[in-house]
Structure formats: C-alpha cells, structure tokens
C-alpha cells in the first residue's frame, strides 16, 4: 500500500471520529438513554457492511480484498482509539476505565477486526 494511502486512511480515520464525536456531543453519547444506544449499535454496525464493501472494491483495486479490510480495520481501531484515549483517558482523567462507561466505542475497537474480514472473505469467495 502506498504511502499516500496511509495518510488517506488516516485521514479518514480522524474524519469519521471527529463526526461520530459531534454526533454524540455534549457527552460523547453517555447523555443517551441506554435503549438508544443498544439501537444505534446494530444499526452502525449493518451501515458499514455496504460501505466497508464498496470501501474495499472502490479504494483498492488490487484484488487483495483480506489485507486491505485488515488495513481499514486497523485505521478505524486503532487511530480512533488513541483520539478516544487522550479525549477521555487523559483530557477528562477517565484513564483506561473510559471503556467500560463507553462500552459502545470499545465495542467497535473489537467487532471491525471481525466484521471487516468477514466481508473480505465473502467478496473473495464471490470472485472465485
């Protein structure tokens, strides 16, 4: 992957922690009731199976459909994170407790380095 593409991913990666931040202000989501956010977790989950498919067939053409979702899993894990790390670990003095409270980011931190390669798997077996 080139060099570009990292900072691309990056990009993107502080793009959409920084909407999901906003959407979720003044409490970064904690102000919603606890039904909300078992709602919204399924919901985002199923939004990005369309979009990490088109995301691994439009972004790379290489046909490498399993590193690539490993890519996108790790720039939309890792990076958010870190920026969920400083913003409540250090900013607001949760330190490393923050994800039990914010259990719905921890969720994602996990299940896109399950739902990605799935998705991978199967636009694989398609191709086949």
């Known amino acids: 992957m080139t060099k570009t593409k990292h900072l691309k991913l990056l990009i993107y990666s502080f793009l959409t922690w920084l909407s999901f931040y906003l959407l979720g202000l003044p409490e970064y989501y904690q102000q919603w009731p606890l039904w909300a956010k078992l709602v ?15 995301t691994l067939q439009k972004y790379w053409n290489d046909g490498r459909h399993m590193a690539n979702s490993c890519w996108l899993a790790f720039y939309l894990t890792v990076p958010l994170f870190i920026y969920d790390y400083l913003l409540l670990a250090v900013y607001k003095d949760l330190g ?15 299940s896109f380095w399950v739902q990605f390669p799935y998705i991978a798997w199967k636009l694989e077996r398609e191709q086949r």
Request: without cysteine.
């Open 96 to 110: 490393i407790g923050f994800v039990v409270p914010y259990w719905y980011l921890t969720f994602f931190y996990f």
């Open 40 to 54: 919204i977790v399924p919901v985002v989950t199923a939004l990005y199976f369309p979009v990490t498919r088109y």
